[in-house]
């Protein structure tokens, strides 16, 4: 019985041997597996191949650029791994249009060559020199893509290189960009506008959105739709809010100077495709009998002296005007500001009827 028990005992524990020994072989070879596919994970990131390459971004400063035209796009391109760097004339600090000191990466002088270059608007002015354009000449040419934010059109119109495209800028300066650069085909109804390899926005956070399309154009759109999620930006590439849409493009321009002893401070504007409203403080420097009437006598010497706007009848307060087919009615309410008995609040709606 003895011999019995220890002829069984050998058997089981030979047969244990044999399943522990399965399962070490099994983990030598699971293991052996896993580092052969990190092998190659690795090989496939540092071959040299055009996937594996970092996009480099350039973006021109200068003193008075707006801060969000180059730093919104800034986020984007840093979430998506590009490198990005700053250019100027020269490496001195300079002031962003909102008092921010920046110190650009590189000169004009010892610059590399970028993929993308961004050329952000603000006081562009400042950057209508020919040491920027012979610069945006000599790099544009050879980057892949180029792209302005807001008046940073003009930057890049004074090279030609939007010469016969189609562009778009800040709301307020389409129609002098048109009449500047006529070669131009200025689209007021776009937020971004693609030419292949020049890409225009449109003002301040629009070159967020034209950022995430170029990362779309590159890394995929999957990519620029996670980096939007993630920085939390409702970012929407085909019906978008476009600024130069807003039923603001039909307001007024008033042509007759103002009186020396009149003011008007705009306290708030807002509105949509569709409607529009303004309120303006008007202060009077001198005494005035009636301030309300003198504000109607204003409105009415301006609405005078405009051909497309008409006093609605028995009416001192409304006008209307007929653009593309569509009619638009404005009323004026005024009263007394309740700190100044000098001042007139004066409320402006625009409707489209």
Avoid at 213 to 223: E, Q, R, S, T
Wanted: with cysteine; net charge neutral.
């Amino acid at each position: 019985m003895k011999l019995l028990f220890k002829v069984k005992r050998r058997e089981y524990m030979q047969a244990l041997k044999n399943k522990f020994a399965s399962y070490a072989g099994l983990k030598v070879f699971m293991m052996t597996v896993i580092l052969l596919l990190s092998g190659n994970m690795v090989n496939a990131k540092n071959d040299g191949s055009e996937s594996a390459k970092q996009t480099t971004v350039g973006i021109l400063i200068y003193d008075g650029v707006q801060i969000i035209d180059f730093t919104g796009p800034w986020e984007i391109f840093g979430h998506a791994g590009f490198k990005v760097k700053t250019i100027a004339q020269n490496t001195a600090p300079l002031k962003t249009a909102m008092n921010m000191t920046v110190v650009p990466d590189y000169s004009f002088n010892n610059a590399p060559q970028f993929d993308v270059l961004l050329i952000p608007g603000g006081n562009h002015g400042n950057a209508l020199n020919k040491p920027t354009n012979d610069w945006l000449k000599q790099q544009a040419p050879k980057a892949e893509s180029v792209l302005s934010v807001c008046t940073g059109s003009f930057i890049l119109a004074e090279t030609g290189l939007l010469s016969n495209k189609t562009a778009t800028t800040f709301f307020k300066s389409l129609d002098y960009f048109a009449n500047e650069y006529p070669t131009v085909e200025v689209v007021r109804d776009q937020r971004y506008v693609d030419n292949g390899k020049v890409i225009t926005s449109a003002g301040l956070s629009s070159g967020i959105d034209a950022a995430l399309h170029l990362v779309a154009k590159i890394k995929g759109l999957d990519a620029a739709r996670n980096i939007a999620m993630h920085v939390e930006y409702d970012w929407q590439p085909d019906n978008g809010f476009v600024r130069g849409k807003m039923a603001d493009k039909f307001m007024p321009r008033f042509k007759l100077p103002l009186p020396e002893q009149v003011k008007f401070n705009r306290i708030y504007a807002y509105g949509d495709e569709q409607n529009w409203y303004e309120a303006f403080k008007v202060s009077f420097d001198n005494s005035t009998e009636s301030p309300i009437q003198g504000v109607k006598d204003i409105l009415s010497n301006q609405f005078a002296a405009l051909t497309n706007w008409k006093a609605l009848p028995n009416s001192e307060s409304r006008w209307q005007a007929t653009f593309n087919q569509e009619k638009w009615v404005l009323s004026v309410d005024n009263e007394l500001d309740s700190h100044e008995d000098k001042g007139v609040l004066m409320k402006v709606e625009l409707q489209k009827q």
